[in-house]
């Protein structure tokens, strides 16, 4: 058992964005954010986990990639991390990251589980939206992760637009065929 959340802010000062937004990443920040981590594990008492968010913006500013910040904040409490391939590959399509370097660097052992879901490019970015089937550079990403060796359970990500159970089933089939080449691991459907 363990409670996850995404490595974001929604609100500050008074301003409400209505959406997940990347943290700025700098000492400051990381100070911060590892002082609420250790404040919410005491208080709650159970394994936590930090999730990357798709992200359309860079703050100016930054001094770390998100990569760095990952791993500065694994490294300083004891949390692991959510892996969402589809927000990984929003920002690499967004940002220009490159999917693979990322999980390159990562500490892959800290990795507790990952997330799937589909999207769709709007206006000149892709948006995970959790309510499209998932593509082949879903697949093909998951396959590196799994590769590496990242994480014994994947969780397919649905929100919206529920397909009828012979698409869905067909999603479910692209996970464990991927799946099954790398590992006996679980599948979970949210």
Aim: one cysteine or more.
């Amino acid at each position: 058992c363990l409670i996850s959340d995404h490595l974001a802010f929604v609100r500050s000062g008074g301003f409400e964005s209505g959406h997940l937004l990347p943290v700025k990443r700098t000492e400051e920040t990381l100070k911060v954010i590892i002082e609420n981590i250790s404040y919410a594990a005491e208080f709650l008492r159970l394994p936590l986990a930090l999730e990357n968010i798709a992200s359309y913006i860079e703050w100016p500013g930054n001094t770390m990639s998100e990569v760095e910040f990952f791993r500065a904040i694994i490294e300083s409490v004891d949390c692991s991390m959510l892996l969402d391939v589809s927000n990984l590959l929003a920002n690499a399509f967004n940002l220009g990251i490159s999917a693979a370097d990322y999980l390159k660097r990562l500490p892959l052992e800290r990795v507790a589980y990952i997330h799937v879901a589909g999207g769709q490019v709007r206006a000149g970015l892709y948006h995970d939206t959790h309510a499209h089937p998932i593509n082949g550079n879903v697949i093909e990403t998951l396959g590196l992760a799994l590769e590496a060796g990242v994480s014994p359970a994947v969780l397919l990500e649905r929100d919206d637009h529920f397909p009828d159970e012979e698409s869905l089933d067909r999603e479910l089939t692209q996970v464990c065929k991927i799946m099954g080449k790398f590992t006996r691991a679980d599948l979970l459907v949210r």
